[in-house]
């Protein structure tokens, strides 16, 4: 047979072609030249297509970005590349590309050579956390006049701790301001799932109650985009207070968020129960552990005790709830409208 092109005689044709002709003739690649890679300049993220990367590696991102700035004629069928990179200036790295194709059953290979330039950008988490951008605001308020220091300690570790988790895990979630305002606190943050989850997480924690509101900040894509607030109120109680209701002594044991009951342990009877958030509002507070104080125990019986007051060390009969301490030398009571209260043994 007789290649049309170079008058070789060989044993078979493509096309009317020898293998070298057809080569030649059909099958080409080539490469771009430079090939851009913007890199964020604030924290190191690389662009891919629409998204940004965290944390990627380097190398792997390279290769992507070869392979698809590599163009193939229509004749050749697979392909595989090899690459040397010659790393001078870390922004503009030198790669050898040695090619090889497969068109049928016929193999052929051929070298190239490109530029990789690492191009300064900035990413859109940057460029939101420079803008002070926010999807939705987290407000914190007491039902009192001030949230606690114990309070707002707890609440901000919360908040900081989940912001923490979800960038471990890529998600683009920061908090733009946090602001002590109206005895509470105010948490802007980037993502609108967040901000809802938290505001049930410390209504949860705290007892509280959540509410949502909405105001437009904006279009995009032709859409409306609204920016959130979620409100979490506190209640003037936390878990651990001794409150007053109806003339008999409770002491906090759990807070539920929303309108669950409180379950609280009944001082006179020793016994777990529950109110009604409703009837918890008649409640009189006054404190937790703080008011609890240690009284010396001068005699006991069956149904009474009686100990030293610890302020005016005057002896003072106190009834036994059940389940009370027995063959103590002190006890713990609370001091209650002028009267001293025994605090049971938990069972």
């Not at 044709?13 to 057809?22: Q, W, Y």
């Not at 193939?72 to 590309?97: M, Y």
């Not at 409703?278 to 069956?302: N, P, R, T, W």
């Not at 009969?317 to 009571?333: A, D, H, M, Y």
Request: net charge negative.
């Amino acid at each position: 047979m007789i290649c049309v092109e170079c008058g070789s005689e060989v044993g078979s044709l493509r096309d009317g072609l020898c293998e070298e002709c057809f080569v030649e003739k059909h099958v080409d690649v080539d490469i771009e030249d430079p090939i851009e890679i913007e890199v964020c300049s604030k924290c190191g993220s690389i662009r891919k297509g629409k998204n940004w990367l965290k944390r990627p590696d380097i190398q792997s991102v390279m290769l992507d970005r070869i392979e698809n700035a590599l163009s193939f004629s229509s004749a050749v069928d697979t392909f595989s590349f090899e690459v040397e990179f010659e790393e001078g200036d870390p922004r503009n790295i030198h790669a050898d590309i040695k090619v090889d194709m497969k068109i049928g059953d016929l193999s052929t290979e051929k070298y190239l050579s490109t530029n990789i330039v690492l191009k300064k950008d900035q990413c859109l988490d940057c460029s939101r956390r420079e803008g002070n951008y926010y999807e939705a605001v987290l407000q914190v308020r007491p039902s009192k006049k001030e949230m606690t220091p114990e309070q707002k300690e707890k609440v901000i570790r919360t908040v900081h701790e989940r912001i923490e988790k979800d960038r471990k895990e890529e998600r683009d979630v920061f908090i733009t301001a946090e602001k002590e305002i109206h005895g509470g606190l105010d948490f802007y943050l980037s993502d609108k799932r967040v901000s809802k989850n938290l505001s049930y997480d410390i209504a949860e924690e705290f007892g509280g109650m959540v509410t949502t509101s909405s105001e437009l900040a904006g279009r995009e894509d032709g859409q409306n985009v609204y920016r959130m607030t979620y409100s979490v109120r506190l209640p003037p109680y936390e878990e651990g207070d001794f409150i007053a209701l109806k003339g008999d002594i409770y002491r906090v044991k759990k807070t539920r968020s929303g309108s669950d009951p409180v379950t609280v342990r009944d001082l006179k009877n020793n016994k777990i129960t529950t109110l009604d958030k409703e009837e918890m509002k008649e409640a009189d507070i006054y404190g937790g552990d703080e008011l609890i104080m240690k009284a010396v125990v001068v005699s006991e019986e069956e149904k009474e005790i009686q100990v030293l007051n610890p302020e005016t060390y005057e002896t003072e009969t106190l009834i036994k709830p059940e389940g009370s301490p027995t063959g103590k030398e002190e006890v713990e009571v609370i001091k209650v409208k002028k009267r001293l209260i025994l605090i049971p043994e938990q069972r």
